[in-house]
């Protein structure tokens, strides 16, 4: 009878010691982040951009036959064939037709369009290179332009893992076969 009190009374103090609320410190790191990587990241990031703006600055102020036009996002575009009849340029959920080629900026072909076939893209809804995401909604059916990419609106710092190298610029001529309106989406 001793042995089970002295039992009981062992388990209730366990209880009540493991009831009882302590504080316990919170660890802190063993390292702290000073955020150069970051800010090295940033510096080296726009040294690069500025790089290949120079760059692509030269290839404009050379070809003086055509007029390059500056975009929103940070890329210069020029018309090869510019329809003045067409009116309807692509819109969210409008699947469009085309076909592309891409050269370096020295204007040596690394895709033609036989390499890279004609294409179909839901506009908006498909992940594609993003300087053509956007480069795309500014043509109109029949239209052929010429896009000057950044190394960041083309491929980046990954490439594309086969003949595009690390943050490479490129240029891209698109055309734009056809448009087939997005029925179901109202604006």
Not at 28 to 49: C, D, M, Q, W, Y
Request: hydrophobic share 30%; net charge negative; proline share 3%.
């Amino acid at each position: 009878m001793k042995i089970i009190n002295i039992l009981i009374l062992s388990l209730f103090l366990v209880f009540l010691n493991s009831c009882s609320q302590r504080q316990e410190e919170a660890r802190r790191p063993i390292s702290h982040a000073s955020g150069t990587f970051i800010k090295e990241s940033i510096e080296r990031n726009k040294k690069l951009v500025a790089t290949e703006e120079k760059i692509i600055d030269s290839i404009i102020k050379n070809d003086t036959l055509k007029e390059y036009l500056a975009s929103s996002k940070g890329y210069w575009y020029k018309y090869e064939t510019k329809s003045e009849l067409e009116t309807v340029f692509p819109k969210r959920g409008d699947i469009v037709y085309y076909e592309y080629e891409i050269k370096d900026l020295e204007n040596t072909i690394i895709y033609t369009k036989e390499e890279t076939k004609p294409q179909e893209y839901y506009v908006d809804k498909e992940n594609i290179m993003i300087g053509l995401r956007d480069g795309i909604k500014l043509m109109k059916k029949g239209e052929t332009i010429s896009f000057l990419f950044p190394s960041h609106m083309a491929y980046g710092y990954h490439g594309d893992d086969d003949k595009i190298g690390t943050n490479q610029p490129i240029i891209c001529t698109v055309t734009l076969n056809d448009i087939k309106l997005d029925t179901q989406t109202k604006n």
